[in-house]
């Protein structure tokens, strides 16, 4: 294991927010914020993300964030300087991808293109009802706490994306279950999905970028103290300490458990929309129906700089490989 030194941000000590700001003037929740599912989702109206938010727009949005774990917007046309100063009023936005890369003069902006590097497998993946959720990076000591994607070319059927309320689903376990969970921890990296073969280029960046982590399973979330299951599918290939069939098992089980109907929330994007999410407590699926469709997609996101996870007993996660993903800064590219 390698002997990480992290930013006293980044300690475990530091992960504690502080409380959140009440609503002011300006932001009515009961006529802005629109559930979308029992748990998971909430579209805001009557804001304008182009310009700089006032307090109680960050405050507003951020209530609403906590409370349904992924908020969206329409008719936000947003340049990508003004997502990247959207960005900045909520956390740190970090690199665009420490294995993919980022825009060209945009350290900041991640391109979400139809074929982009990180698709780039051969072979027919093994489908499962889990195929292609995940929580993003979690192969980091410290995943993104957040991530703002916006809609710029969407096709005119289709390509809708999903979320799951990791929240929602730990709560839904049997308290056996619950309790049994807790105490485990588990790897994450970057790999080709079960079945593909990567192709040498995304063996090539991956491998420059190592990233290898040991999370728990159930993470505390720092700002609500609400449990959740760090369960992302597509990083997550073992649990510390089980036999690889005890493994296996377990996990499909809490995978095919955390997308269950009930607990997500299907998003039809248009020409502007955006879609910020809590990284803490939602894993997410992109689509696959684009792929049989001739219509180009694309989409530009940015994600917040995260704390470490901390598990129920208190204890922090352990990077094994690579480093953290701090914040963007002028010469860290």
Do not use: C
């Amino acid at each position: 294991m390698n002997d990480v030194t992290l930013p006293p941000d980044l300690r475990p000590e530091a992960t504690q927010a502080p409380p959140a700001r009440p609503h002011a003037s300006g932001f009515d929740p009961a006529h802005q914020v629109h559930p979308q599912s029992a748990h998971t989702g909430a579209l805001i109206t009557g804001v304008d993300l182009r310009q700089p938010l006032s307090p109680a727009e960050v405050a507003g949005i951020g209530a609403a964030l906590r409370r349904w774990k992924v908020v969206f917007f329409h008719d936000q046309p947003l340049s990508h300087e003004q997502h990247i100063a959207l960005a900045r009023q909520f956390g740190a936005p970090t690199i665009g991808h420490p294995v993919f890369g980022h825009v060209a003069g945009y350290p900041e902006v991640y391109s979400i293109a139809k074929h982009r590097q990180a698709n780039r497998f051969v072979g027919s993946s093994e489908l499962r009802p889990w195929s292609g959720w995940h929580t993003d990076v979690t192969a980091a000591i410290n995943p993104p706490a957040a991530s703002l994607l916006r809609g710029v070319v969407i096709p005119p059927y289709g390509g809708d994306t999903q979320w799951t309320n990791l929240v929602a689903a730990y709560q839904a376990l049997s308290a056996p279950l619950r309790g049994f969970v807790d105490t485990l921890w588990g790897r994450h990296q970057f790999s080709a999905p079960p079945g593909a073969q990567a192709t040498e280029e995304y063996q090539r960046l991956v491998g420059e970028a190592r990233l290898v982590s040991e999370h728990p399973l159930v993470r505390v979330h720092p700002d609500t103290g609400e449990r959740a299951l760090f369960v992302s599918p597509s990083f997550l290939k073992q649990v510390v300490g089980l036999s690889p069939r005890e493994s296996r098992v377990l996990l499909e089980l809490l995978w095919e458990h955390v997308v269950r109907p009930e607990f997500t929330v299907r998003f039809k994007w248009q020409p502007g929309s955006l879609a910020f999410w809590d990284n803490r407590a939602t894993a997410h699926v992109a689509p696959t129906d684009i792929f049989d469709l001739d219509f180009d997609r694309q989409l530009y996101r940015i994600t917040l700089e995260g704390e470490v996870p901390v598990g129920v007993d208190g204890q922090p996660s352990r990077a094994l490989e690579g480093h953290p993903l701090l914040a963007h800064h002028a010469g860290n590219q």
